[in-house]
């Protein structure tokens, strides 16, 4: 082979590298579940506005692949969470952020909620999966919708910035 061709083949080569290996940085992306009722959800915000998908452009800006799933659900109750558990946590989780949110009381299952917030850290712990609990006290203060509910999408902001450092040292980076 000459020179040319050799020098070509190198360079062909590289070029190659540098497609693949993103796609490889982006499989090996650890993952993040957010798990919750409609403050994990984003209701009354864009998807993009809410906390999860703030988080995840925060953790990568930082240089972090992390992906974040929001798996909120609107309206949802402890009991629905720990239904949906296995389904909405993939194999492989490196973390979950639990909000477990107030729906439990309006719904008159408040009495279930301890136990189910137990179970749910339990299984998880038993898959190696890091909890990272979001009470409904670390939404004080922040700016909320005029329901007095739901965060705007500044409120949702600041809350992803309260959970960078926790949920970078939870996926070990």
Known sequence: MNRRLWRQAVI????LIAVIAPLGAIAHA???VALG???TYGKGVARNQAYPAQLEAM???KGL???VLNAGINGDTTGGMLSRLDGAVPKG???VILQPGGNDSRKGSGADRAGNIAEIQRRLSAKGVR?????NNALHGLPHQPDGVHLTPEGY???AETLVSQVAGAVGR
């Open 12 to 15: 062909a080569c590289f070029a």
């Open 30 to 32: 650890a993952t993040v």
């Open 37 to 39: 009722a409609s403050n």
């Open 59 to 61: 953790l990568r800006a």
């Open 65 to 67: 692949s992390v992906r």
């Open 93 to 95: 989780t490196s973390a």
């Open 131 to 135: 909890v990272i609990m979001l009470e």
């Open 157 to 159: 902001r600041m809350l």
